[in-house]
């Protein structure tokens, strides 16, 4: 059992379509991040939520919209996707503390196809 | 900027032997590093992480990781295999108080 709740944990849209993907956490931290993991690839950061404000977007296509509306609630809004975007979508959360060596939660991810 | 490189993308082991999965790292500042686990269809979990304390780190499962700041290294360890270490392991290194930077990975097999 995970502190980071991810649904849906399998997804099938096609290129047309809006879905979204939703986390929510349960360990009272304030950051919140997506990552995407495409198989043979590192880990890709895409965007990290600071006390529900965007302080990072990794040059994420704009059909991927995130959306922060409190530090427990971390949506990911999806649109006219492309194959390549098949992934596995994990969403993590950690404490902010100042200075490095914060751990970082992750969540169980969802499936994302898209034909 | 921190990278880690983790040697080997592929790992097999009989159960009982020894795993050991390497690690190395660059880092403009004192790393601080962690080991996350990756089993089939699920996200991932810290297996242990290293903050300047003990340079020898012991996390869960038996597994432990030892820094060596001569080598750039952070290799894990557990001395005797189980079937259900069969997973994927990364190796990440701290940039800031909130990003990590994850190497490739290294997928494990347990053969019987």
């Known amino acids: 059992e995970t502190g980071v709740t991810q649904t849906p944990r399998h997804l099938v849209m096609g290129m047309t379509n809006k879905k979204s993907l939703k986390c929510e956490q349960h360990?009272?931290?304030?950051?919140m991040y997506w990552y995407k993991q495409s198989a043979k690839k590192p880990l890709e950061l895409m965007f990290v939520?600071?006390?529900?404000?965007?302080?990072e977007n990794n040059s994420v296509p704009s059909r991927f919209s995130p959306e922060c509306p409190n530090s427990s609630h971390l949506f990911l809004h999806l649109h006219t996707l492309q194959p390549e975007d098949s992934a596995l979508y994990l969403c993590?959360?950690?404490?902010?503390?100042?200075?490095?060596?914060?751990?970082?939660?992750f969540g169980e991810g969802s499936w994302l196809t898209v034909v | 900027a921190q990278s880690v490189t983790q040697l080997g993308s592929h790992v097999s082991v009989s159960e009982g032997a020894l795993v050991l999965l390497r690690c190395n790292y660059s880092?403009?500042?004192?790393?601080?590093l962690f080991w996350y686990v990756q089993y089939p269809n699920q996200g991932l979990q810290l297996l242990l992480k290293y903050t300047s304390a003990a340079t020898l780190v012991k996390g869960i499962n038996g597994f432990e990781a030892e820094f060596k700041k001569s080598e750039t290294s952070f290799h894990l360890t557990k001395p005797s295999a189980h079937m259900s270490d069969a997973a994927e392991y990364f190796c990440?290194?701290?940039?800031?108080?909130?990003?990590?930077?994850f190497g490739a990975g290294t997928t494990v097999t347990v053969r019987a």
């Open positions: 360990l009272g931290h304030n950051a």
């Open positions: 990440a290194v701290s940039e800031n108080d909130y990003k990590l930077s």
């Open positions: 880092s403009s500042v004192p790393p601080y």
């Open positions: 939520y600071n006390f529900k404000e965007q302080t």
């Open positions: 993590a959360s950690s404490p902010r503390r100042a200075g490095r060596g914060n751990t970082i939660y």
